[in-house]
């Protein structure tokens, strides 16, 4: 289900690291050797074989991370951004997987799409890729695509994401068909009459700016309904960028009573509230909006517990002059893949609202669980998905600093602390500061 | 004496500098308000002379872009400019290269390239101000920009009560109407509240935005509601702003029913303001609207010399010149 060039494996020893796998259970200062790839050796005073040498000291080793949604642009907004570009930026953020969204031009509906996407995944991807593809041809809402020819060729998933699926019996279908198929559904959670024209959270800064609201409710009814189907058919689900406190409770409730739903939430959404939007930059301006103070309060709880097991960024670029307009004309959605650990650790971990290793978790083991995939461990005889971090680095994010071909970070100019240093993805150096 | 009083403060130079920009109310601190009214004030009576232009801002370029209609605010800014003798220049929407699909920020780009001092504009989408403010060296004013906010007519609003009532602070004002979709009620919410007037909005529930009462205003479902206050603001039902279907109110017929502002539903006394254009018949009764209590007139009069003096103050930072006003009349 992931897709990547076929780089040389390599031999790699990171020494005095402070090795940190929270599923494994492992916390402890040692040194790691890579032997062609997979890893050899986790120990104290490990010899190394003539491998180049890391020093860990001071830096926190862990398993790489897995971003579960990620907007790659390709085919069709090869301008914002290519899998070249889009896997570089995801081994610069520590990234050894991405999963990349189907909303392109075209779709990614049929084999013949996916299978063009796998090609150049093979041929330029710096990380693995696993693509998603559509629930609905064309993302229309009204016709499910060939699932099972999609999984046979390599989709990853399914999902309309951009888009809600409006219809309760096309969604109860598509839980029906899809499970033939073994792969994840994942679901944008929107009610599109209870949205319609909205610009930001529906709340006191939209009422006081002005904007047409986008309420909160017009998330949690679709989370819920869908909720309510999965529990039916008793099928498996994935609900995407969960931004507010009843999808959150409703999640948990549904968990609780057996349902097997796993859940996502975005860096943005996790430090960011509608407070922001005050400055009517437009890199604030996303799909689901940022919400209010408690719905912020709530995700973080919901990420701590559990009842949310992933961190996605929804990196979703855009070109420059697209959102060099008034905050109402701009496009939704912003970058994440390069600032997702330092914002994450500087907002949420430095302030003790959420344990380092929960992060960690959250960032790599239960993204991987959420689509089936391999989680990245620490562990010998397991494929070398690694990233050292340097929790004490502080860091200016600039335009100039992205290896994404777009810059709409909504942290242009912030200082972060905590950096990637080096990211070892299937058995490889694909990237060092 | 309390007029000379007045007249002096427009001869004070101002405590801060002038804000650089005037894109919402809330960029402005009360002692901005109170230095604006009382600068207007001083125009008002240079407005009384028999020749009206001013030639304070001479050799100043101000420019007027409207992206949406205007008949008030366009030429109201445009005559407040000349009147202080700068250069205008007056770009709509329609005919200018945003019809050859322009992007905002090229057309500051080009704007700017004049090197103007002032650019005026009103734009259908909130955060336009912003953006030419950005791309440009100009002194921006917002002429009102989507729903967001449309501060000189705040402005002048408060010109006029406080020319009507003597005050501002203490005074109750009812807005009336459709708030969801009203710049000019979100500016003058927050203009009122800041000077220390009370606010009441008054509406069908589906056009008070939820969560409006944190800007320190009450909200009342109810049109009783206006019987306490001293003025009565009355806001137009936006037709064109409403989507399709969206049913904010069953039909225009239930809401003049409901909320329309008519005789019967007033006090003898009680001032009844609109920002225009009016729609007759739906959301003001004509009896109304033509009533002696009624201040249309008098808040068109008001927005020259609150534009003139909110040009003034965004160009000068000394008193207004000697020349400019009236000479001094001891009562």
Redo the contacts between chains.
């Keep these: 289900m992931l897709f990547g060039k076929a780089w040389r494996k390599e031999d790699l020893v990171v020494r005095g690291a402070r090795v940190l796998d929270p599923a494994e259970g492992l916390d402890s200062a040692c040194d790691v050797r890579i032997d062609r790839g997979v890893i050899a050796q986790v120990g104290t005073e490990v010899d190394s074989n003539g491998h180049r040498v890391v020093d860990g000291r001071g830096l926190v080793l862990a398993p790489a991370f897995v971003d579960p949604h990620v907007h790659l642009r390709v085919p069709g907004g090869e301008d914002e951004e290519t899998i070249a570009s889009g896997t570089a930026a995801a081994a610069a953020g520590g990234y050894c997987a991405i999963l990349a969204m189907p909303n392109t031009d075209p779709v990614v509906d049929s084999a013949a799409v996916l299978g063009s996407l796998i090609e150049d995944a093979k041929a330029e991807a710096q990380v693995p890729v696993g693509f998603l593809a559509a629930i609905t041809r064309g993302q229309d809402g009204a016709e499910l695509t060939e699932m099972a020819e999609l999984a046979d060729q390599g989709a990853a998933g399914f999902t309309d994401d951009g888009r809600p699926l409006v219809a309760p019996s096309l969604m109860r279908r598509a839980l029906q068909y899809h499970a033939i198929t073994g792969r994840r559904l994942a679901l944008h959670c929107e009610e599109p009459t209870l949205s319609r024209g909205g610009q930001m959270h529906e709340g006191a800064v939209s009422a006081e700016l002005g904007f047409t609201g986008y309420p909160s409710v017009a998330e949690s009814v679709m989370v819920e309904r869908d909720l309510s189907l999965a529990a039916y058919e008793d099928a498996p689900l994935h609900l995407l960028h969960l931004s507010a406190r009843e999808s959150v409770e409703a999640l948990r409730a549904a968990q609780a009573k057996g349902v097997r739903a796993t859940g996502e939430v975005t860096p943005h959404h996790l430090c960011l509230t509608d407070e922001a939007v005050r400055s009517l930059d437009s890199n604030l301006k996303m799909n689901p909006p940022l919400r209010s103070a408690d719905d912020r309060t709530a995700l973080i709880e919901g990420l701590r517990d559990g009842t949310i097991g992933s961190i996605a960024t929804d990196h979703a670029p855009h070109a420059r002059h697209e959102k060099e307009v008034p905050f109402e004309a701009a496009p939704f959605g912003v970058t994440g893949l390069e600032t997702a650990f330092a914002a994450l650790y500087t907002s949420l971990v430095e302030p003790g609202l959420l344990p380092l290793e929960t992060l960690l978790e959250r960032m790599s083991t239960g993204p991987a669980k959420a689509y089936g995939l391999e989680p990245p461990r620490i562990a010998v005889g397991a494929l070398a998905n690694l990233v050292l971090l340097d929790t004490r680095e502080t860091w200016r994010v600039e335009e100039d600093s992205f290896r994404s071909r777009s810059a709409n970070s909504w942290l242009l100019g912030q200082t972060l602390n905590g950096r990637v240093k080096l990211t070892v993805a299937a058995g490889r150096v694909a990237y060092a500061a | 004496m309390g007029e000379i009083h007045v007249m002096r403060e427009g001869f004070l130079p101002p405590r801060q500098p002038p804000r650089r920009h005037l894109i919402s109310i809330g960029d402005l601190e009360r002692e901005d308000v109170d230095r604006l009214l009382a600068t207007a004030q001083t125009f008002s009576r240079s407005l009384e002379r028999e020749v009206k232009k001013l030639p304070t801002l001479r050799g100043r370029t101000v420019v007027n872009v409207f992206y949406e209609s205007s008949t008030r605010t366009s030429s109201s800014f445009e005559l407040a400019a000349k009147r202080l003798s700068a250069d205008t220049m007056s770009i709509k929407a329609a005919g200018s290269s945003v019809d050859k699909g322009e ?3 090229d057309t500051a780009l080009t704007l700017g390239a004049y090197d103007p001092d002032v650019i005026v504009i009103r ?1 259908p ?4 101000p ?2 030419v403010a950005r791309y440009t060296d100009a002194h921006v004013v917002n002429a009102g ?5 449309h501060p000189t007519q705040a402005l002048l609003d408060l010109y006029t009560i406080q020319s009507e009532l003597g005050r501002i602070e203490g005074v109750h004002v009812a807005i009336v109407g459709d708030v969801l979709h009203s ?1 000019v009620a ?1 500016s003058n919410v927050q203009a009122l509240t800041l000077m220390g007037a009370q606010v009441t909005l008054v509406g069908p529930p589906p056009l008070i ?4 009462e ?2 320190g205003c009450e909200v009342s479902h109810e049109i009783g509601a206006i019987a306490d206050a001293d003025v009565v603001y009355v806001l137009r039902m936006q037709q064109e702003r409403m ?1 399709e279907g969206a049913n904010y109110v069953p039909s225009l017929r239930e809401y003049t029913e409901r909320w329309g502002v008519t005789p019967e539903r007033l006090r003898p006394g009680q001032k009844v303001m609109h920002p225009g254009p009016m729609n007759r018949g739906v959301e003001i009764d004509p009896r109304v609207a033509d009533a002696p209590d009624a201040l249309i007139e008098a808040q068109v009069r008001a927005g020259l010399v609150v534009r003139m003096a909110v040009l003034y103050d965004l160009l000068t930072t000394g008193p207004v010149p000697v020349e400019a006003v009236e000479p001094l009349e001891v009562a």
Aim: aromatic fraction near 0%; avoid cysteine.
């Design positions: 992007s905002l920020k734009h989408q909130i955060g336009a912003q953006l920009d989507g729903k967001h906010q710049r979100r935005p939820r969560g409006i944190v800007l989507a």
